[in-house]
């Protein structure tokens, strides 16, 4: 609806300069107003950040079960040892050793650790039974 004339661009033109200042500060209290409700909106376009980070393949979810069920299985079997001071120790060296190789990802060497910690605490246990 644009308007070639003289006439008609000088109207717009005064219609633009002539702002009473009522005007200018209840635009300015809506302009705050406007934003927060544009910010709100924008959820559905935006995807929620994973509190768990990157999505794992699925090589690497199939080796955390099998690292959680070794630890579990580690932490259940300590159970059978009599000594609470010797139990503990055993409880956080194993939680250390699963702590410190927390962050690998390369899955050769994931699947080298599970397998070194399934035989030593398998032999573990044979003496844990000796007992």
């Known amino acids: 609806m644009h308007n070639n004339s003289k006439s008609g661009i000088l109207s717009q033109q005064r219609t633009f ?12 209290r ?18 929620p950040k994973s509190r768990l980070g990157k999505t794992l393949s699925l090589d690497h979810f199939l080796l955390r079960s099998r690292a ?19 139990r503990a120790e ?3 060296f194993a939680r250390a ?8 990802t390369d899955i050769s060497h994931i699947r080298y650790l599970l397998s070194t910690g399934k035989t030593e605490w398998e032999s573990m ?3 844990i039974g000796g007992i």
């Open 90 to 92: 055993t409880r956080n």
């Open 17 to 28: 300069n002539v702002v009473s200042p009522s005007l200018l500060m209840s635009l300015l």
């Open 68 to 86: 959680l069920s070794l630890y579990r299985s580690i932490i259940r079997g300590t159970r059978q040892i009599s000594d609470p001071a010797t």
């Open 125 to 127: 246990e044979r003496y």
């Open 30 to 47: 809506v302009i705050p107003n406007l934003c927060s409700t544009i910010s709100i909106r924008n959820y559905a376009t935006i995807p």
């Open 97 to 104: 050793e699963f702590e410190r190789h927390r962050h690998v």
